[in-house]
């Protein structure tokens, strides 16, 4: 006997005696990036739905959908208004792509955000020499192997993501003064205060 099963989405919804919907092929993914950029669904528009379903006491389909209905009366008006709205900003848009404009996105892909988020190590020692008015190199490949990633001055650094600090059981044993990052959704945020 199995142990351990996967349900679908499809067949939950069957479990449940919920009928399919049906969508144009595509549709559900333009809808769904107007949604996104949009934030139509978000909370402030529609209610936190974590937190509704727990309140909500019925049974069925039917009595989530009069019972939300009642509490948020305006939420699928709203947030398909806002869908309609960007969705109408993608259709001008998408009639200014063409192989230009794909060929650019494709190399901005590959060659320049690829070099970037591999490369960016070296774009913070530069950034935090700056400001602090020194000089910096990176890190020769033994250094590396020590858990040094590069110089600021005289003063070796390593590089790690701020989540490093909450494993502090998994921690090497780095001697050396570390710069934390954060990637977050346009750049990098970086906490280099344990240079001071």
């Keep these: ?10 067949e ?4 449940l005696g919920i ?3 049906v969508f144009p092929k595509y549709s559900t993914q333009i809808l769904n990036l107007a949604n996104q950029n949009a934030q139509a669904t978000r909370p402030k528009v529609v ?13 069925t389909l039917q009595e989530w959908e009069d019972w939300y209905l009642k509490k948020h009366p305006e939420a699928i ?3 398909s208004q806002k869908i309609l709205d960007m969705v109408e900003n993608l259709k ?14 494709v190399y901005d892909l590959i060659i320049v955000k690829t070099f970037v988020g591999l490369k960016f190590q070296e774009a913070i020692l530069k950034k935090v020499a700056s400001i602090l008015n020194l000089d910096y190199c990176l890190a020769t490949p033994e250094e590396e192997a020590k858990g040094i990633d590069g110089y600021i001055g005289k003063t070796p650094i390593s590089i790690k993501p701020s989540s490093y600090t909450n494993k502090a059981a998994l921690r090497e044993n780095i001697s050396v003064s570390i710069i934390y990052y954060e990637k977050v959704k346009n750049g990098i945020k ?5 240079l001071f």
Aim: a neutral charge.
């Design 190 to 194: 970086i906490d280099f205060s344990e």
């Design 77 to 79: 008006p709203i947030a």
């Design 1 to 10: 006997m199995k142990k351990r099963i996967f349900l679908t989405s499809n």
């Design 19 to 21: 009928p399919s919907t």
């Design 12 to 15: 939950i919804q069957n479990l």
């Design 47 to 59: 209610g936190q739905m974590s937190e509704l379903i727990k309140e909500f006491s019925g049974k």
């Design 92 to 105: 001008d848009v998408i009639n200014k792509i063409d192989m230009s404009l794909i060929e650019k996105w």
